[in-house]
């Protein structure tokens, strides 16, 4: 079960978890590869061969129609349906709070510089399956796109042989609660693929989005560059940091939830209360029993799992800043205090009454977040996810004129001596006088 942990000791069991990144496998590396090239290569005819081969089904027509995504909205549950667009409300105006505004500034000698926001004009978002449905990630991919102004937008998600070779129900209802119209039956690899190259049925996109395996976030990494992403996803993680106040029930229940994810989530609590650390122990223990994913969970916490007691706080929160998790909830008297002093997370869950579903599912802020200690330097899934940033300047003859030579000194001082003329003829061409050139 999960170790209780010295802070001074904490590289000696924490190795892994310092090393694990979202690396992936020569095999996922080499197999990504192949499908890529594939559907490259063979179109729409591989993305159905593929289907068969590795979802055990060939869907009649790879987009999903209009009137199937009605009828899976029609079919799925009402109340669970308002829950989720209840969620899709609270996604939609968390986002709308991200949208930059464009600018432009008026400079000595009327010079006008400024920055265009414009979003791009097809997205690609991808949805996985497996063993359940997974509507939480369409609202977390598709929303922020539609709020960054995205003129199309395509969702992937993998055929199912208990559907008649379409996604899951659910994820189609919600798509059409959303108003998302583009959705087609094809996921793993292939997805990635024909989001990138197009094919007959799919057009290419500018940005593929969206969490899924090992075969999944190696093909975003191949394509990236010919399309822009989201992020490479790894294992899912949590840190809970935690002092003498906390309810140790709450605590285990926290680290299980996050360690059903996968065999390799992370699950981690720092502390110096010794006395919470055993009991959270004891906890899992006890709580571990109870939950339907055991054998995951029990993987998990042996491989990534760790109960650190520090001598104070101060070493507890810099453990957290070393590991800078995907998800840290802060369990301590002031949590608003403690998380002055916490640099990097991707999400932080602040109270007792904020544990990490609330942002996986409902509160608003987006749940694709950075892993593998990313989170020193890249954010979570938004409306940026989306967008482009264009300069804009304007500059007057008049002001060129005054400033030119300079410019052009500045150029030949690189070399670059056609930089230079292009601006030394215009400069011939307009004296600073006004006169006619010589």
Partial sequence: MVPLVEYADRHARLGALFDRSASFSEEARRAARDVLAEVQSEGDEALLDLSERFDGVRPARLQVSEGQLAEARAGADDDLLDVIA?????????????????????????????????????????????????????????????????????????????????????????????????????????????????????????????????????????????????????????????????????????????????????????????????????????????RARQDTIEEALGGFGALVVASAMEEATALVNELAPEHLELLTADPWQTMTRVRHAGAIFLGEGAPVPVGDYYAGPNHVLPTGGTARHASPLGVQTFLRRQSVVAYPEERLRETGARIAAFAEAEDLGAHAAAVRKRLADKPADGGSPS
């Avoid at 791009?120 to 399956?129: F, T």
């Avoid at 009991?279 to 029993?289: K, P």
Wanted: net charge negative; proline share 8%.
């Fill in 86 to 290: 209840e969620a899709a409300a609270n996604i939609r105006r968390f986002h709308r709070r991200q949208l930059p505004q464009s600018w432009f500034a008026e400079e000595p000698g009327g010079v006008v510089l400024g920055q265009r926001v414009r979003p791009v004009e097809r997205a690609g978002c991808y949805v996985p399956a497996g063993t359940a449905a997974y509507p939480s990630s369409l609202l977390m991919n598709a929303i922020p796109a539609q709020v960054a102004g995205v003129e199309r937008l395509a969702l992937c998600s993998p055929p199912q042989a208990a559907h008649d070779g379409r996604p899951h129900p659910l994820v189609l209802a919600t798509a059409h609660l959303i108003g998302a119209e583009e959705v087609y039956a094809v996921g793993g690899a292939q997805a990635v693929g024909a989001m990138a190259y197009g094919t007959a049925s799919v057009p290419p996109v500018d940005v593929v989005a969206g969490p899924g395996n090992a075969y999944v976030a190696a093909a975003k990494k191949d394509v990236f560059g010919r399309v822009a992403i989201d992020s490479i996803a790894g294992p899912s993680e949590v840190a809970i940091l935690a002092d003498g106040h906390a309810d140790p029930e709450y605590v285990a229940a926290d680290l299980l939830a996050q360690a059903e994810h996968d065999a390799r989530a992370s699950v981690v609590l720092a502390t110096p209360s010794r006395a919470l650390a055993e009991a959270v122990r004891e906890e899992i223990e006890t709580q571990v029993e109870d």
